[in-house]
């Protein structure tokens, strides 16, 4: 239905995305989005080693034949994690797109193109996504203030980035952030990306390997139900609202405080184990943006993409029409 560079060039057949998620992107929701046509990635880092990655990317592969990618989230941890042996893995399983995001992609890039590998590397700035083409990346995924997890420290949403974007970069752009509906994807589009990335809304999906209850409270929750946590560490980062991350906005405020203070309250060991796994909305910390307030319902993969796709293209071809006198 929709077909552009983009699509082209990464063998998919949907220009929509789920972007890499943290215990979420396992192969039980990345088939899923790819069987729906869309591209879909893997979590690098979800899995405890590089081995476990290989046999994450196996599982994937029996669930699906069509096209899906990794993605590979570079950030400074408290223990040192083997990002080589990461991207090796990747590389011997025959993977052929990345999903790169956090730091500088610069160190893995020669070995991910000797193997053939197209890049999309995640930014939250234009001038990071510039600085990325340069690189040689393949393709920018840039996330907008409206983002669940790190959108940078500007504060610019997508209506102004995407089009910022589109104009500094030559290469595909694929919007992120506040997306969830047709109208989106159209929006996109217009705006000069050639693809959108879409995390909360396959996070309500009956195939994300996550709580019904964090589902439900996704469909319940509307735009306002969202906190920026970590501004005061230059970290931002949107996250669901629930007790937890009010008061870790809270305490963060106070006159020197330090990460430390909330280290406790943000564990993401305890985000996973007791929201994502138990169930318990207020367990812990959990990720999800803007887009919640237009998310009404839990689908399969199938029914989210062919809604958005259905609805998109009735926007192009009745709804815009009615706007424009003969």
Not at 84 to 91: G, K, L, N, Q, T
Not at 189 to 215: C, Q, W, Y
Not at 281 to 296: D, P, T
Request: glycine share 10%.
């Amino acid at each position: 239905m929709f077909t552009n560079d983009f699509t082209q060039a990464f063998g998919i057949e949907h220009p929509i995305l789920c972007g890499g998620m943290t215990a979420v992107g396992t192969a039980d929701l990345i088939s899923a989005v790819a069987n729906a046509g869309a591209l879909g990635f893997l979590t690098a880092l979800t899995q405890p080693t590089p081995e476990a990655l290989v046999k994450e990317i196996s599982r994937c592969r029996d669930l699906t034949d069509k096209p899906f990618g990794v993605n590979l989230t570079i950030l400074p941890t408290i223990r040192p994690v083997p990002y080589d042996e990461y991207r090796d893995a990747i590389i011997d399983s025959g993977i052929t797109i990345v999903e790169t995001a956090g730091g500088n992609p610069q160190p893995h890039l020669p070995a991910f193109h000797a193997a053939g590998v197209k890049l999309i590397h995640k930014a939250v700035s234009v001038r990071h996504a510039v600085k990325a083409e340069q690189l040689g990346v393949d393709a920018i995924s840039i996330d907008g203030f409206e983002c669940a997890g790190h959108p940078g420290e500007d504060d610019v949403p997508g209506l102004v980035l995407i089009p910022t974007a589109a104009r500094a970069l030559t290469i595909p752009i694929i919007a992120s952030g506040g997306i969830a509906t047709g109208a989106g994807l159209v929006a996109a589009l217009a705006l000069g990306a050639s693809a959108v990335n879409m995390g909360t809304r396959f996070m309500a999906t009956t195939e994300a390997p996550i709580h019904d209850n964090v589902k439900q409270q996704i469909v319940d929750n509307t735009e306002r139900d969202t906190v920026i946590v970590f501004r005061e560490f230059h970290n931002s980062a949107r996250v669901a609202r629930n007790s937890v991350s009010e008061e870790i906005a809270t305490l963060s405020r106070r006159p020197g405080a330090t990460f430390d203070d909330i280290a406790h309250l943000a564990s993401g060991v305890r985000g996973r184990e007791q929201v994502y796994g138990n169930g318990d909305v207020e367990g812990g910390m959990w990720w999800a943006g803007q887009a919640q307030g237009l998310i009404h319902d839990i689908g399969t993969c199938e029914d989210v993409v062919g809604a958005i796709l259905t609805e998109a293209h009735h926007v192009i071809t009745r709804r815009l029409p009615d706007h424009i006198s003969s």
